[in-house]
């Protein structure tokens, strides 16, 4: 079955740190999607990446950075030089295409705390 | 830049009332989900809803819960005999077909049962 771990419950930084968020799933497809998104404080899911499973070039957005290795089931995702406005809780996504499992499994989150 | 929209925001209901959520999905989307969340908790998959009809739902989606598109634009669920602890965050979101896979979600419903 299908399945996301964040370790990582809670994390606390101060500002201008460097940070990684770690995400492990499972699945049985060979074709599948993960996905980040940030839940802010106001409460909504905020879309931050997705990447398919044969897409294993990592990916940088400004001061976001997404490693993915097949190889240890990861998907791992880098705030450089974090800011305030990073805090809050981050959620890592799986959905399977070949069983055509689409809905979103989702991690139990990190929620990133960024001090000034 | 198109957003689904909920409404409403917040709800509170008597335990043993019915419940109605609203939801607009992106105009060209076909695919249309629920997700709730209890406070704290992470976010979990209730149903998915396409062409009409249920395509696939957990096991949190008893028989309590039911979804519909009445219309053309709005995706609506239905608690029918709420609970305590159907207390949660409800989330609708929607993605479009092909390649283009991401679910985007609305800002939440957040339903307090007392």
């Known amino acids: 079955a299908q399945k996301v771990t964040q370790a990582q419950t809670e994390i606390s930084v101060v500002e201008k740190e460097d940070v990684t968020l770690d995400c492990v799933y499972e699945t049985r497809d060979t074709t599948y999607y993960l996905f980040w998104y940030k839940q802010p404080p106001s409460g909504e899911l905020v879309f931050l990446i997705r990447r398919n499973s044969f897409d294993e070039q990592n990916e940088i957005s400004g001061r976001y950075s997404w490693n993915f290795q097949k190889s240890t089931s990861s998907f791992n995702f880098t705030i450089t030089a974090s800011q305030v406005v990073d805090s809050a809780v981050y959620f890592c996504?799986?959905?399977?295409?070949?069983?055509?499992?689409?809905?979103?499994?989702f991690g139990s989150g990190t929620r990133l705390q960024v001090q000034p | 830049e198109p957003e689904v929209t909920q409404t409403p925001s917040h709800q509170v209901t008597q335990m043993g009332q019915e419940v109605i959520l609203r939801c607009v999905p992106i105009s060209n989307h076909l695919y249309f989900y629920w997700y709730r969340q209890i406070l704290g908790q992470k976010v979990e998959f209730l149903v998915s809803?396409?062409?009409?009809?249920?395509?696939?739902k957990s096991e949190i989606f008893d028989d309590q819960f039911s979804v519909e598109r009445p219309d053309g634009s709005n995706f609506t669920l239905k608690i029918r005999s709420t609970k305590l602890e159907d207390s949660a965050m409800y989330f609708c979101?929607?993605?479009?077909?092909?390649?283009?896979?991401?679910?985007?979600f609305g800002p939440g419903t957040r339903l307090l049962v007392l």
């Open positions: 809803f396409y062409n009409n009809e249920i395509s696939e």
């Open positions: 979101a929607s993605r479009g077909t092909g390649t283009k896979e991401t679910q985007y």
């Open positions: 996504a799986l959905s399977e295409v070949d069983t055509g499992r689409r809905a979103l499994t």
